[in-house]
């Protein structure tokens, strides 16, 4: 057995102790899954089954090569159904996407982006699909054949399984078996180059001709007698699919959109659709003749021309050769774009020119709104970069195709929250999945930043980051805040105690302290804003101890593990004594960016605040150096800066910088509405969800609205006030909605309504140290049985209320 091979069994083995209580009951546990991560989320633990259910169906290709590179497969199939079904629950996969047609109509892309190792099986009721008689399922299976910057490299194959349930009695199964048609699908050009041929960004350009393309191939009535029958090979779990994960989602939104204006130059026509948007470009248009070739392109920024930028950070055009007369076209990869453009052609008579827009189907569930209307905008330009960067898994959808493990996502785990609630949790939980699925690929534990791909893993690559290593420790904490208890996540402790100990060689004797650790380092992304990085970082310490905390913190509350939480509470303990001893300078009073340098950073600040490392003593210095910097960091990381500012109580501060900042890029000529993967970069994504902080902060901090306890049974309303009039919204928490309203009246009274869910409890943070001033629904204090208060010396008073719908009055202090 190879070093891999133990690996997975490992894995396999903990998985299934994990999930022995789930097992027991599959519906109960589907049904906790979809409260937990809204309307159809579900992941299954890796087995051998359909999440219970026996694998009938075969996985099939044609008979060619196995792994052909840039490889288009058409698939079909008919059957006959006599009367309606009552249910139709069908299994999907393909390597590496298919779109599945059912009857002509598409179903999905699917699967969700995956290694092979843990192969994902789509499950959907295809019920409202299919019709009283002949029903066609048909799909375009895209095989890679490499391995790309966000894709691992196996072998072309599909697999369709679904139960047509007449009666608890009667049914019928279809199944991908050797009766199935298929056939290569020659209208793509196989040896079209890569989009970016160095990291293998997105894939291929598409070089289509649509006199190779089968018109009507589904149509039920569409001749496949010279198609050939399937190869198979072999029911799952089988090679390279040795694990089957069952994947439950709601079906993509997708709506069409047109251009709001157009121009043209010499050789192009531009289309611009007014804004950022993610999906398929696509034309109809008609041909004078066959063979006329022309190409498209799509972008996020115009060149000094007014011409689309389609060549930056990779090619995003494509080529097309037409078929005579009216003909309709879209490329199958999706992208991110604003603009579109097409080649002006001879005989070329464009008819149409729309977008299928396409993203994942949140429920719209978290709010935020207040007296300032710029700081509405900001909040709501997040909920949309967010949407903007979400299908199947978290993504950029211009320039990557995937969001790093616990870097990007560990952002985007806190924004979806706040801006959709618990509905963002299977793109999350998915994304710590694969964190741990990734470690497959290291014996020494560490893992892999980006997920999925066996491409581009050379030392100093971002494959493997340091940094976000403990990022997703600390990610996997943040999870259980969020969304509570969940077996799934719960069984990853071997793979986090593993990912822990990766860490141990690494530590300084001298100094005690984490030092010359491997490959990239982070930290503050792009290196705009530069942290001085030199064998010992205060800010990858910082990160360690927070990570440390939060292991002890899972393998004590969840694991029942207390002699390991013991051991990292104690070299928790150690390496915060020593950070402060070695790295902290008394000069400066502020801590140093690297042991043995002279640089004093913005950032390495925010990581002493955020984890905890500085004591009262040195937290006003500082937050001064923290402020009196200003814009001193990216766009992404301005998150914590201005989070840890809040927490020391400088909110107004953290409002002014959002107005500046933020507010400044919603008036560069680049901005399309969605928030930039940095401040004014000229090379970045225009949509990068990362930058998306104050539809977190403005939740968090001016609704004061953050979990205290696993699942939100215990949380916080800590409002800021500053400027602001007022300030209403809604937390879609695991446990049920957190309203909140606060309104400030006349020249210092407060009011605060808040709605409690069941079985919880808030911490509710008055602006009040009177509290004969105090009244909740009408009564004071001293009248209401049950509630709990203190006062927080010369700051506020803090209320324990129970389940329930709240008014709280008070004078605002002076």
Not at 168 to 197: C, G, I, M, Y
Not at 349 to 359: K, L
Not at 664 to 692: C, I, M, V, Y
Request: glycine content about 8%; overall charge neutral; charged content about 20%.
């Amino acid at each position: 057995m190879t070093n891999n091979e133990s690996l997975v069994k490992l894995f396999c083995i903990a998985a299934v102790i994990a999930g022995i209580i789930l097992t027991l009951n599959l519906n109960a546990q589907t049904s906790q899954y979809n409260y937990a991560w809204g309307k159809q989320s579900h992941i299954s633990e890796p087995s051998s089954t359909l999440d219970g259910v026996q694998p009938l169906a075969n996985w099939i290709w044609d008979s060619g090569e196995a792994n052909p590179k840039n490889y288009y497969l058409l698939v079909r199939k008919t059957f006959r159904l006599d009367t309606l079904p009552q249910k139709a629950d069908t299994y999907i996969s393909a390597s590496a996407y298919a779109d599945v047609y059912i009857n002509g109509k598409l179903l999905e892309r699917c699967p969700m982006n995956c290694d092979p190792q843990f192969q994902c099986y789509d499950k959907f009721n295809i019920l409202n699909y299919l019709k009283k008689g002949e029903n066609c399922i048909t799909a375009i299976v895209q095989n890679f054949g490499v391995g790309l910057h966000s894709q691992m490299n196996a072998r072309g194959g599909f697999f369709f399984q679904a139960k047509v349930q007449y009666s608890k009695k009667k049914s019928v199964d279809v199944l991908s078996d050797a009766s199935w048609k298929v056939t290569h699908a020659k209208a793509w050009n196989t040896q079209s180059d890569f989009r970016e041929p160095n990291a293998h960004l997105i894939g291929f350009i598409e070089d289509f001709d649509a006199r190779r393309w089968p018109e009507g191939w589904h149509n039920i009535s569409f001749n496949d007698a010279s198609w050939q029958n399937a190869t198979v090979i072999g029911k799952p779990p089988v090679a390279p699919w040795n694990n089957i994960v069952v994947t439950e989602r709601p079906q993509l939104l997708r709506q069409i959109v047109k251009p709001v204006r157009t121009w043209e130059n010499d050789s192009l026509i531009v289309y611009d659709f007014g804004k950022e948007i993610v999906g398929y470009p696509q034309f109809t248009i008609n041909a004078s003749q066959e063979g006329i070739e022309f190409e498209t392109g799509t972008g996020e920024r115009l060149d000094s021309n007014g011409i689309p930028i389609i060549r930056a950070s990779g090619d995003h055009s494509n080529k097309y050769t037409t078929k005579y007369g009216v003909q309709s076209w879209q490329p199958f990869t999706w992208m991110g774009f604003r603009y579109f453009s097409i080649e002006k052609k001879s005989g070329i008579e464009i008819q149409n020119i729309s977008a299928e827009f396409s993203y994942y189907n949140y429920e719209m569930d978290g709010s935020f709104e207040c007296s300032d209307t710029l700081l509405n905008k900001l909040w709501n330009i997040g909920r949309y970069t967010m949407q903007l960067n979400s299908i199947d898994t978290y993504q950029d959808p211009w320039r990557e195709h995937t969001q790093y493990i616990a870097g990007d996502s560990r952002y985007m785990q806190v924004y979806g929250y706040y801006a959709f609630g618990k509905s963002s949790g299977l793109l999350s939980a998915y994304n710590i999945l694969s964190g741990a699925e990734s470690q497959r690929w290291r014996s020494d534990g560490a893992v892999r930043s980006r997920y999925p791909t066996d491409y581009f893993m050379q030392p100093g690559s971002s494959t493997y980051l340091a940094d976000y290593q403990l990022e997703w420790v600390l990610m996997m904490h943040e999870y259980f805040m969020y969304f509570g208890k969940d077996k799934l996540i719960e069984g990853l402790y071997p793979n986090l105690k593993k990912a822990m100990d990766y860490y141990q060689p690494f530590i300084d004797k001298k100094t005690g302290l984490l030092a010359n650790l491997p490959g990239w380092i982070v930290l503050d992304w792009p290196d705009t804003y530069y942290i001085e990085k030199k064998n010992i970082v205060t800010a990858l310490n910082c990160l360690y101890y927070g990570a440390l905390n939060a292991a002890a913190a899972i393998a004590a509350d969840f694991n029942n593990d207390t002699s390991q939480a013991a051991k990292w509470k104690k070299q928790a303990a150690t390496l915060k004594e020593n950070i402060n001893k070695v790295l902290w300078c008394e000069n400066a009073l502020a801590y140093l960016d690297s042991y043995e340098g002279t640089k004093i950073g913005q950032q390495t600040q925010v990581y002493a605040l955020t984890y905890g490392l500085a004591d009262s003593s040195k937290k006003t210095s500082i937050s001064r150096l923290i402020m009196d910097s200003g814009k001193a960091s990216e766009e992404s990381f301005a998150y914590w800066t201005l989070k840890s500012i809040f927490n020391e109580g400088y909110g107004q501060w953290a409002l002014n910088y959002m107005r500046k900042n933020w507010g400044a890029q919603t008036r560069l000529s680049s901005f399309n509405g969605a928030w930039h993967e940095g401040w004014n970069l000229p090379w970045g994504s225009t949509s990068h969800a990362w930058s998306s902080g104050p539809t977190a902060l403005l939740s968090q901090k001016v609704l004061g609205v953050e979990p205290a306890g696993y699942g939100w049974k215990t949380f916080s309303v800590n409002p800021f006030i500053g400027d602001l009039m007022w300030a209403k919204g809604n937390v879609a928490s695991a446990a049920g909605n957190i309203s909140v309203f606060w309104q400030r009246t006349g020249d210092n009274h407060f009011i605060l309504k808040l709605g409690v869910p069941k079985g919880t409890s808030a911490n509710v943070y008055l602006p009040a140290t009177q509290n004969q001033s105090i009244k909740i629904n009408g009564k004071t204090v001293a009248d209401m049985r049950g509630v709990k208060i203190y006062v927080q010396e010369g700051k506020r008073s803090v209320l324990t209320v129970n389940e329930g719908d709240y008014e709280f009055e008070c004078n605002i202090n002076d």
